[in-house]
């Protein structure tokens, strides 16, 4: 089992920055690529971005890209998601997500189907 804890949400300004944190622990060693999703109410979870853990090889949703930035510590079985700009409508809780099977890591914007283990999850909250 791979067990992960986001960290580093938080109510924010809008325009301002946030960095999020996900930590593996568990069979971390057998996970292939982490993703973050987010789930705002009343709506579906949507993929954002995910990242290959060898070739740290990264996908982005549209709506994302240019403003949030994947990265990745191995040392620290640590992935990171860089959000800048934050606007009201990127008020969510956001979660990560992880998949051993590298067959199943997608290689476009991540579905939740695509991911068998999950964080608990890290409220944003962006004020206008």
């Known amino acids: 089992q791979v067990q992960l804890v986001e960290s580093g949400g938080g109510p924010v300004q809008a325009g301002g920055s946030l960095r999020l944190s996900c930590t593996a622990s568990?069979?971390?060693?057998?996970?292939?690529?982490i993703a973050w999703f987010r789930q705002a109410l009343g709506k579906e979870r949507e993929g954002l971005t995910n990242?290959?853990?060898?070739?740290?090889?990264?996908y982005y949703a549209d709506s994302v890209k240019g403003r949030f930035t994947i990265s990745q510590d191995n040392s620290k079985n640590t992935v990171y998601i860089q959000m800048n700009s934050l606007q009201p409508e990127d008020t969510a809780m956001y979660y990560c997500?992880?998949?051993?099977?590298?067959?199943?890591?997608?290689?476009?914007?991540?579905?939740?189907?695509?991911?068998?283990?999950w964080g608990q999850g890290t409220q944003v909250t962006v004020s206008s």
């Open positions: 997500a992880a998949q051993t099977l590298l067959a199943r890591c997608p290689t476009t914007t991540p579905y939740p189907r695509q991911f068998d283990n």
């Open positions: 990242i290959f853990r060898r070739s740290s090889k990264t």
């Open positions: 568990g069979y971390n060693y057998r996970i292939r690529c």
